[in-house]
């Protein structure tokens, strides 16, 4: 029997009919990416398309750009999509509002349950924008495919950035609508959340990727550990054909880091040698490991990311923090306390 997607926000949306006839009757924007699909696998745009018609005057694009192809920190320019006859407007960036004055804004994205993630630090800054007009606000809600679980630092307001903006903890355990829901309790929009199922079951359903670099059931499970390297001069695996369940540079004494996860549980690791096309040490062979997930319940992706910092501070000799404002480790864990714990610094950071 054919595998379907689960019942999502926009799959509610489309049958009800109430909703689609006052929307029909109103000027919409969705906020929405190629990625997202409704349960009999249709792109979202051109499903809702088909029901309200001419009311729906444009896409609004996040991090990735429509395509959901765009490597990291673009958004892509506005344009036109063809097949749609609909222009797109970017977010990403220092834009936040350049598209025209509608009466509702639908939000399709799937979130992969981390604060960093910007799909939804986006739509946050997006209803700041708003300033207060009446734009209504509808969410069409996808599972957490991370679960419930919380790990790692609530934000420090001093590191507040696109990569670390709501003030949950870094794993936050919540969906996309759960999330912006709890972010309007300060602003009043007129919002609702058409709600999904609150989780995925890991491999139970096949894995659409929201954006280039997680383009499978592993390296969603394996991010919250693998994207610590963003602040570092160790690849997470970016050009290569296994991004964010493989690490590497070179001369990196991958065999010792290998024996150092042992315990680790939930996770196999294997060495590894690749040369990047792009992003860190491209076109440079590196020395690394491959990492395989053998048990989804057991695997703690936080406190493995963790480790692999420690390890790596402690035995890689060119081991550098990527520079920023500070630091960008700092920026992306939202505190600088993960780094002063690597440092042995004042104390050590626990999941909140």
């Given at each position: ?12 949306l489309l049958h009800d009919e109430g ?288 480790d692999i910092l420690r390890f790596l ?16 480790i700092d920026s992306l864990m939202g ?18």
């Amino acid at each position: 029997m054919e595998q379907r997607l689960p019942l999502n926000g926009v799959d509610r949306l489309l049958h009800d009919e109430g909703m689609l006839t006052r929307l029909s009757r109103q000027s919409v924007l969705l906020l929405t990416n190629q990625s997202a699909l409704t349960q009999d696998y249709r792109p979202s745009a051109k499903a809702l398309q088909q029901k309200i018609g001419g009311a729906l005057k444009g896409i609004l694009a996040p991090e990735h750009g429509w395509s959901g192809l765009l490597p990291e920190g673009e958004g892509g320019s506005d344009g036109w999509d063809a097949a749609l006859g609909l222009p797109i407007w970017s977010l990403y960036g220092q834009k936040r509002t350049p598209f025209p004055s509608v009466d509702v804004i639908v939000i399709d994205l799937q979130d992969v349950g981390l604060r960093c993630y910007t799909y939804a630090a986006t739509c946050a800054q997006m209803m700041e924008a708003l300033g207060g007009n009446d734009t209504e606000i509808i969410v069409c809600d996808r599972p957490n495919p991370l679960g419930p679980r919380k790990a790692g630092p609530k934000l420090d307001p001093a590191f507040r950035s696109i990569v670390g903006y709501l003030d949950v903890s870094w794993q936050h355990g919540q969906t996309l609508g759960q999330l912006l829901s709890a972010f309007n309790e300060s602003l009043g929009v007129p919002l609702t959340v058409m709600p999904c199922q609150p989780f995925y079951e890991p491999y139970n359903s096949p894995w659409i990727p929201p954006s280039p670099n997680l383009p499978s059931w592993e390296a969603v499970l394996l991010y919250p550990a693998l994207v610590m390297l963003e602040g570092t001069n160790v690849s997470e695996g970016r050009g290569t054909t296994l991004p964010f369940t493989s690490l590497g540079a070179p001369g990196l004494p991958h065999e010792g880091l290998i024996a150092f996860l042992k315990s680790h549980p939930g996770v196999h690791a294997r060495p590894l040698t690749f040369t990047p096309t792009r992003s860190k040490w491209a076109g440079q062979e590196c020395q690394g490991v491959h990492f395989l997930v053998t048990d989804v319940q057991a695997l703690q992706s936080y406190e493995l990311g963790l480790d692999i910092l420690r390890f790596l501070y402690r035995h890689y000799e060119a081991f550098e923090w990527i520079p920023g404002a500070s630091y960008f480790i700092d920026s992306l864990m939202g505190t600088d306390a993960v780094r002063k714990e690597i440092e042995g610094g004042e104390k050590k950071v626990s999941p909140s």
